[in-house]
């Protein structure tokens, strides 16, 4: 993803490099979610809804990072973004509670 990022980046001459940028961030941030999903000790079910769930959320993420403005004044797409990760953590950290909770008495 961040090859075919890179290679878009510099073939594209629309594709302005903040929105470059922030897609590479949103693809880092997404791989790093992914791996300490795959790391930490879920149940199942929480597992498989967050290997869905990230995925479709930096499809969303990816999107709006394209269409960002260069500007952080009243930018709603990397508002949406930055929503979108918060929201992600705050399930990842709960659903984190809950397993261990119930895993370890």
Known sequence: MLLLNTILGLILSGYHTFNWLLNM???VVAMMMLCIVASMPLKDGFRVSFNCLIPFFT???LTCGSFA???FNDN???VAILSLVSL???ML???HYIS???IYG
Request: no cysteine.
């Open 59 to 61: 499809l969303i993420e």
């Open 76 to 78: 709603l797409f990397l």
């Open 25 to 27: 961030g949103v693809i």
């Open 100 to 102: 261990e909770k119930e």
């Open 93 to 95: 950290v709960s659903t």
């Open 88 to 90: 992600q953590i705050i």
């Open 69 to 71: 403005s260069e500007k």
